[in-house]
């Protein structure tokens, strides 16, 4: 088990080590602190002094050794757009992107369990092929794309009239697909502070429906993911010989979905899970920038349009941070989990 | 060395009795989508004969005729069937040239992964030990990033380093670049997996005692074993890379507004969603959408009728 545990560490550090060189290049070869620092009247003698003093002259290893060792005290310099250290634009902006993460994976939870277990259970009802129909249809559907629909639809609002309107029944058809909208599309509205600089939006109902539309579009891309990733294995698992032995005991269905069945299917969604942390980062980005929800995402983007090295080299650096943390995590909850898995450290 | 002149049957004739051919003709989601797959890709490559703008040619677009509606709204002008953008392009013409990008960098785009991915994952197969671990555990990492993560910080770092101007000239070339750099691991996966299986059997064996260099040992006698699984995930590949490209030109880190792909045209259209032009948002939104979906349809049934193990169950 500690060596297990130690093998993970090792291996969460040296892609850290990785991913801060990467990011250090990107600093050390597109940031130029001197021309955000001076004006354009400073000759360049001056310049040549200011960087010496700086040490930006120093070897490439010398400078990343000083980027490590503040980066360690998450000290990353100033953003040139906010002219405040990153870290603190970082964490202003952290508390929106984690409310929507949180409102997200609040609504996969809560759907794509019972649906993936039910089209598991009955493969063939019209309601489990009505299920990975629609799931097929939002894995082809863009994230960016199911927001600015449901921005049409629930915040413009759609009034059209396909169906004669003179008629009984075409009213009503009318009526059907006609949408009010109203619902806020734009921005968090008035957060409620919590402490610090956190705010929330899960303390208010108004605050709420701020929410509502981007946590469905970030879920709607996600959630056919899910329902697949459940209902293959949820089949996969009501094949194996233990659940067919439940069932030859005369154990109710009920108990073996839910309690035997069940247990088993959720460890590779763990895994599945946690990698997909990453896509669900990625797919903030595109969220916050349809809905302009002032998380990290819309603030990286931001950081790329003005080209603030700083706040883009931060940006990574944290999130890489997340990825790993998470990645560790997961593996080792799997590796605790999963009598299976080798904890020895040694290879398979 | 003489060679095999009686073959048994032609290729045509093993085509027709294959199963493959047998399967399609039963399955009727296929059929409808590689109809409409096709009609796309022609539409999309006959653009320049079909369209009835060019949308490239400032002196065809006249700014007055903006965020015109299409036929069946009220307001509409008979020439611009599906109405205008905001700048006075003829929204039919700009799809059809916008699904031509879309669909060129979709392909190159596959193209570069598959082969950067097929390279890596015969090596890693074949050669194992350290190249094995090196390899997988760079294919991990990035595929814990999501490619879409890093297909957004590659572009991000392309874009600062070439400046937004040539990053615009040169876009198509560039995106093919960073999608295909974002994307390998899921083909040196599937490629390393096959090889795997492939590298214990006699005619590999046979092949190495003969005194075969290994390049040609992994190029000619095992990459052919390979081929059915790059086939199925090529297909998911292609909606993948048409997806990430639209997203990357959503964000602005795409093709530039004056030579649109489908992904920029619905971030043009998006700045006058509020106005009430839904059109030249929405529209290309549902050519993306239908697209995207009939890969994925046909890709699903490429793997159920390819895939042994799911065609047992």
């Not at chain 1, 990574?316 to 299976?340: H, S």
């Not at chain 2, 036929?71 to 905001?86: I, K, N, R």
């Not at chain 2, 199925?232 to 997203?247: D, G, H, K, L, M």
């Amino acid at each position: 088990m500690i060596a297990f545990l130690i093998k993970r560490l090792f291996h969460a550090l040296l892609v850290m080590f990785v991913i801060s060189v990467i990011a250090f290049s990107i600093q050390d070869n597109l940031g130029d602190p001197i021309q955000q620092m001076v004006g354009q009247s400073v000759p360049e003698s001056e310049r040549e002094v200011l960087r010496e003093e700086l040490g930006l002259n120093d070897p490439f290893v010398v400078q990343y050794l000083r980027f490590a060792g503040n980066a360690a005290h998450f000290d990353f310099g100033y953003s040139y757009i906010f002219n405040e250290p990153t870290t603190q634009v970082i964490m202003r902006h952290l508390p929106a992107t984690l409310e929507l993460v949180a409102a997200t994976t609040f609504l996969i939870i809560v759907l794509s369990v019972p649906i993936g277990v039910y089209s598991a259970i009955k493969p063939r009802a019209w309601l489990s092929r009505f299920f990975m129909g629609v799931s097929i249809i939002g894995i082809s559907i863009p994230v960016f794309l199911t927001a600015i629909v449901l921005i049409q639809l629930f915040a413009i609002g759609v009034s059209w009239t396909p169906f004669p309107a003179g008629t009984g029944w075409g009213a009503w058809l009318n009526d059907l697909i006609t949408t009010e909208g109203g619902m806020p599309a734009y921005g968090r509205g008035d957060p409620v502070p919590v402490f610090g600089t956190w705010e929330t939006n899960f303390a208010s109902l108004e605050g709420l429906t701020y929410l509502v539309l981007p946590a469905i579009s970030l879920a709607s891309i996600m959630l056919p993911l899910f329902i697949r990733l459940i209902r293959a294995e949820m089949l996969e698992v009501l094949q194996s010989d233990y659940v067919k032995f439940a069932r030859a005991k005369g154990i109710s269905p009920r108990r073996i979905y839910f309690l035997h069945a069940l247990k088993n299917t959720m460890l590779p969604v763990i895994t599945v899970g946690g990698v997909q942390i990453g896509t669900l980062v990625a797919y903030t980005i595109l969220t916050e920038t349809v809905f302009q929800w002032p998380g990290m995402g819309l603030m990286f983007l931001d950081a790329i349009e003005r080209s603030d090295i700083p706040l883009i080299v931060t940006y990574l650096m944290i999130v890489g941070l997340i990825f790993v943390i998470t990645n560790t995590l997961v593996d080792l909850i799997y590796g605790l989990i999963n009598p299976t898995v080798k904890l020895t450290g040694k290879p398979a | 060395m003489t060679t095999l002149t009686n073959r048994p049957t032609s290729r045509w004739e093993r085509f027709r009795d294959s199963y493959l051919l047998y399967s399609f003709k039963r399955d009727l989601i296929a059929q409808v989508s590689l109809l409409v797959f096709i009609v796309l890709v022609a539409a999309a490559v006959l653009a320049p004969w079909l369209a009835p703008m060019d949308p490239y040619d400032l002196t065809q677009i006249d700014i007055l005729a903006s965020e015109l509606p299409p036929f069946w709204v009220d307001g509409s002008d008979p020439t611009y069937l599906m109405g205008t953008d905001a700048q006075g392009r003829d929204l039919l013409s700009t799809i059809l040239y916008g699904a031509r990008v879309s669909l060129i960098i979709g392909f190159g785009a596959v193209a570069m992964q598959a082969a950067l991915g097929v390279c890596f994952g015969l090596l890693a197969g074949y050669l194992g030990g350290r190249v094995d671990a090196f390899l997988m555990r760079l294919a991990d990492i990035q595929l814990s990033f999501s490619t879409l993560m890093v297909a957004i910080v590659v572009g991000a770092l392309f874009k600062a380093i070439f400046g937004g101007g040539t990053f615009s000239d040169y876009a198509v070339p560039l995106l093919v670049l960073i999608i295909g750099l974002a994307e390998w691991p899921q083909y040196a996966r599937t490629v390393r997996a096959s090889v795997l299986a492939e590298k214990g059997k006699e005619y590999v064996d046979a092949a190495r005692v003969m005194g075969l260099p290994s390049r040609r040992i992994m190029f000619r006698h095992i990459l052919p074993n390979t081929l059915s699984p790059i086939f199925v995930i090529s297909t998911v590949q292609v909606a993948n890379a048409i997806i990430s490209e639209a997203a990357l030109s959503f964000l602005g880190l795409g093709m530039p507004e004056t030579q649109p792909s489908l992904g920029s045209l619905i971030k043009s259209g998006f700045d006058y969603l509020q106005s009430g032009s839904w059109w030249i948002t929405l529209i290309p939104g549902l050519v993306l959408v239908i697209l995207v979906l009939v890969i994925n349809l046909l890709g699903d049934w490429l793997r159920d009728v390819l895939n042994p193990r799911l065609y047992k169950g």
